[in-house]
């Protein structure tokens, strides 16, 4: 499995040809992702490359939707994150349930976190997001009175959602580091390597189980991971695989996802001096503008694993190869959406997939979606006119989740609080 395996990292092979020798995972597909997309829309909807065992990429909203819906069964959602080795946890679990489950056990396993992450229990955690936000740009402004210019990836964005997961996983939020390691791991750079059993995400996640074993608490109360040691599925205790499983979703997800989304936005202001004013300035706007954020920015492609030989649009899938879901692709099809490549601050028609489509559905989008708002909010009340430092310096991350790792930005004088 990838997070246990023998390869150690190496530099990628150059793209010869998007369009037949793609690699997610290139410095050069996370700079100009857009592009790309955009280019093989119009010229090969569907891409095939023969990096990771063969995959494919297809760029049209009608085809990744039709894929993400899955009506014939021409796909499994066992391995979600496209590898050099194939998911080592067999069905119906999956390695990281609800998510990598298909039916029928993904709907009892997704209904499992319902629950935690309704819209009742988001808002409660929005006053300890809102805290957060502050006392990290509190750090930030005072290193740019040092020094000229802060990194809103580094100092602000990628923090807020490790504090909020945290919270809601009973994590020492000192770990932040250790979370982020994982997460370049599994989803921006998933090759083999040879790693100590101790220092893989299943270990610590077993060990975090075991205390709550020894020490179970009442039904209704303790962290997430409590929850999921105290609930059924077909009448029996979750397995400890499946436990692990979600809760590495849980992680995984709740950080990287929501961290690159922060980090799009920001970017995206720190270019576009009329829609930052329009943001801080008219609270009504910013609804519609956390929606476009979401579209224009989306940040997550899932992988499906072909479930048997079947065509697309004329193109010879095969059985086990593996497929990519560029969700944010689709929301730059113009076909789905007016005017796909620009950002309409106050877009009123907007139904974008940045959460995905179909019964895979993220159900963490409340989390998502309170996060954003609330890492916005704080942040352009506060940092009122801000700019890029230098745009050559950003970095986006590679592989399936793309955002800014990298953001340094200058505080226009006078306008900070």
């Given at each position: 499995?990838?997070?246990k ?34 280019e ?26 039709a ?12 391995g979600?994150?496209?590898s050099?080795?194939?998911?080592g946890?067999?069905p ?17 396993a ?11 229990q ?12 502050h006392?990290l ?6 290193k ?46 998933p ?38 040691l ?12 499946h ?7 849980l ?13 799009s ?27 476009e ?39 730059r ?56 430092v ?26 900070s609080?």
């Amino acid at each position: 499995r990838n997070r246990k395996g023998t390869l150690v990292d190496a530099d990628k092979a150059p793209v010869s040809d998007w369009q037949t020798d793609f690699d997610h995972t290139h410095p050069d597909y996370a700079a100009n992702a857009h592009q790309i997309w955009d280019e093989l829309r119009s010229e090969c909807p569907v891409a095939h490359s023969e990096r990771f065992g063969g995959m494919w990429l297809p760029t049209r909203h009608e085809d990744i939707e039709a894929i993400a819906k899955n009506a014939d069964g021409n796909y499994t959602s066992q391995g979600v994150v496209v590898s050099e080795v194939r998911p080592g946890i067999e069905p119906p679990i999956g390695e990281a349930p609800p998510i990598t489950s298909d039916p029928p056990f993904h709907a009892p396993a997704r209904k499992l976190l319902l629950e935690p992450f309704a819209p009742k229990q988001i808002k409660a955690l929005e006053p300890f997001a809102r805290q957060a936000c502050h006392e990290l740009l509190d750090n930030a402004l005072a290193k740019s009175d040092d020094q000229g210019w802060f990194d809103a990836a580094i100092d602000y964005s990628q923090n807020i959602p490790v504090r909020v997961i945290a919270e809601m996983l009973g994590l020492p939020p000192e770990d932040g580091d250790k979370f982020r390691t994982f997460i370049h791991h599994i989803i921006e750079n998933p090759i083999e390597r040879d790693i100590p059993e101790e220092d893989t995400i299943d270990w610590y996640f077993d060990e975090q189980i075991a205390k709550r074993r020894a020490n179970p608490k009442p039904s209704g109360e303790g962290d997430l991971i409590d929850h999921l040691l105290g609930v059924e599925i077909f009448g029996e205790p979750l397995a400890q695989e499946h436990v692990r499983g979600t809760v590495i979703l849980l992680l995984v997800a709740g950080i990287d996802t929501n961290w690159s989304a922060i980090g799009s936005a920001i970017w995206h202001l720190a270019q576009n001096p009329a829609d930052l004013a329009r943001f801080r300035d008219d609270p009504q706007v910013r609804p519609f503008a956390i929606e476009e954020f979401l579209r224009a920015y989306a940040p997550v492609t899932m992988a499906r694993i072909v479930a048997q030989d079947h065509e697309l649009n004329g193109c010879p899938l095969k059985k086990d190869d593996w497929l990519l879901l560029p969700f944010p692709a689709a929301n730059r099809d113009p076909e789905a959406f007016e005017d796909a490549d620009k950002f309409v601050i106050d877009r009123q028609k907007n139904r974008h997939g940045a959460f995905g489509l179909g019964i895979h559905r993220c159900l963490g989008s409340n989390l998502a979606r309170m996060e954003l708002a609330v890492a916005l909010e704080v942040f352009v009340e506060r940092v009122q006119e801000f700019s890029l430092v230098d745009p050559s310096k950003v970095r986006f991350s590679t592989g399936q989740i793309r955002g800014p790792r990298e953001l340094p930005i200058s505080v226009n004088s006078n306008t900070s609080l």
